[in-house]
């Protein structure tokens, strides 16, 4: 969690500060945009070795590979603070891309391996839970670290510095806790599920054909879908923030921080008590459903708010999207599992991550443009647009816990397990289930609606 928060800290650092980037390199606003996207195309190709890696040869070395890549880039930054040298920033940066790779599967693989049934989704969510922080010390730390001095290139330079000595010794501390404390799993398994797993051979596991057993798998497939749309919207919003509060009020990069901050921050409450209750309840498809319905309802009230000429409304507008949007990844990664158990849980999340960073290029080039060309309305709409999308695809997904149901002993698929008050576990038919939840998203619904008529009031 803790170099999964470094890795993310320097993925959002170049973006929240774009113009005094763009000002110190003598660059387009693209190209810092890019130093973002990087990350997202690099992810793509190398999450299929990634995962192989992963599957094959334990956490422990994967962990390490990536907390040593992270360490290497944080270092060449530091070289690189001369208007003359943004092309090494951007390998440096390159470097960080690549070793995400290495970080992002991991949360739903630890938490499997390490975490028994009744802690697996919450353990998912508090190693979300880092890399998320990194985005929200991202947002917060470099417009006070690096302040717009546009007269005074000598001084943006020592900032500057500051913040990449600063990551870079941080990022070395870690690697050596790396080194010494991470292991590939316990002594004992956790859980009956990975009981059964550790029973196979290793070389009775072919890495190709647990890929195509999720290509397979519709279920699967349409998170895929749903997942990459939510997820790859979330990093655009992120990537061009600063643009969107910079064209609609003037000369606030430190507001425009802590927005970035409050969006990531309500997001990990909304990440840790998603965990808690699919723990308590394992009502995977219902609970991703409402979710992501929120997120929708959360990015329509940030677009139609932004330009109001009230910045503290803004802080709220972007408090509920990140609640409900950043909320949704440690959901995704678990449902993901469960629907493919037995295949491996760092294959099924990277795919994951995959298809999220595949959309967050092509949603933040779009929105991109769309800002600079007709404002943050017409982009923020856009994203609105796929959301939805998004949120018809997730209704669509046939839901059937297959990890949960064998560390319960429970082979029908007409059953779905419910936590009792007294730690025991009863079933309950679907149908029953299905028409409970039902009215519950009614109910939501109906209160989303009152609070978005409401809202001008």
């Not at 099924?348 to 595949?358: E, K, P, T």
Request: aromatic fraction near 12%; proline fraction near 4%; charged fraction near 10%.
């Amino acid at each position: 969690g803790l170099y999964s928060l470094v890795n993310a800290f320097q993925w959002i650092q170049y973006s929240i500060i774009t113009n005094v980037f763009t000002q110190f390199y003598g660059v387009t606003n693209d190209k810092i945009d890019w130093l973002s996207i990087v990350y997202m195309v690099a992810y793509v190709p190398l999450i299929f070795p990634a995962t192989w890696l992963l599957d094959r040869r334990g956490l422990r070395l994967t962990a390490l590979l990536g907390s040593g890549l992270n360490c290497a880039g944080a270092w060449l930054k530091c070289a690189s603070v001369r208007p003359d040298l943004f092309g090494l920033t951007v390998t440096a940066q390159v470097i960080c891309s690549v070793a995400q790779v290495f970080i992002l599967g991991l949360p739903s693989r630890i938490a499997s391996v390490w975490f028994g049934p009744r802690e697996v989704s919450t353990a998912c969510a508090m190693a979300v839970l880092g890399n998320q922080l990194g985005s929200a010390i991202g947002f917060l730390l470099p417009p006070v670290l690096v302040p717009n001095t546009p007269d005074d290139q000598e001084l943006t330079a020592y900032n500057i510095r500051i913040m990449f000595f600063g990551t870079a010794a941080v990022s070395t501390v870690l690697f050596i806790l790396a080194l010494a404390v991470i292991k590939d799993r316990p002594a004992k398994p956790p859980s009956q599920a990975q009981a059964v797993l550790s029973d196979c051979l290793p070389e009775d596991y072919s890495y190709r054909q647990s890929i195509y057993n999720l290509i397979k798998n519709k279920a699967f497939v349409l998170l895929l879908i749903s997942y990459g749309i939510l997820i790859g919207a979330f990093y655009s919003v992120s990537t061009l923030l600063n643009q969107m509060i910079m064209h609609c009020y003037q000369n606030q990069e430190l507001n425009a921080g802590r927005i970035g901050l409050t969006l990531v921050v309500a997001g990990m409450v909304g990440s840790i008590l998603c965990g808690l209750w699919l723990d308590h309840t394992k009502t995977y498809k219902m609970t991703t459903l409402i979710v992501y319905f929120l997120s929708f309802v959360g990015m329509v009230i940030f677009t139609f708010t932004l330009d109001l000429d009230n910045i503290y409304l803004v802080f709220v507008t972007a408090g509920i999207l990140g609640f409900f949007m950043t909320g949704y990844l440690p959901l995704g990664f678990e449902f993901g599992v469960e629907i493919t158990y037995p295949e491996s849980e760092g294959t099924s999340s990277g795919l994951l991550n995959a298809f999220a960073q595949i959309f967050g290029i092509i949603f933040t080039l779009t929105q991109g443009k769309l800002i600079t060309g007709y404002g943050p309305l017409a982009g923020n709409i856009f994203l609105s647009v796929w959301i939805f999308l998004g949120i018809i695809l997730t209704a669509l997904i046939k839901s059937e816990l297959k990890r949960h149901n064998v560390n319960m002993g429970v082979k029908s698929k007409d059953l779905q397990p419910v936590s009792t008050e007294h730690n025991d576990i009863q079933y309950l038919p679907a149908g029953r289930q299905y028409n409970a939840m039902k009215r519950l998203i009614y109910c939501t619904c109906i209160a989303t609606f009152i609070f978005i008529f409401r809202w001008p009031i």
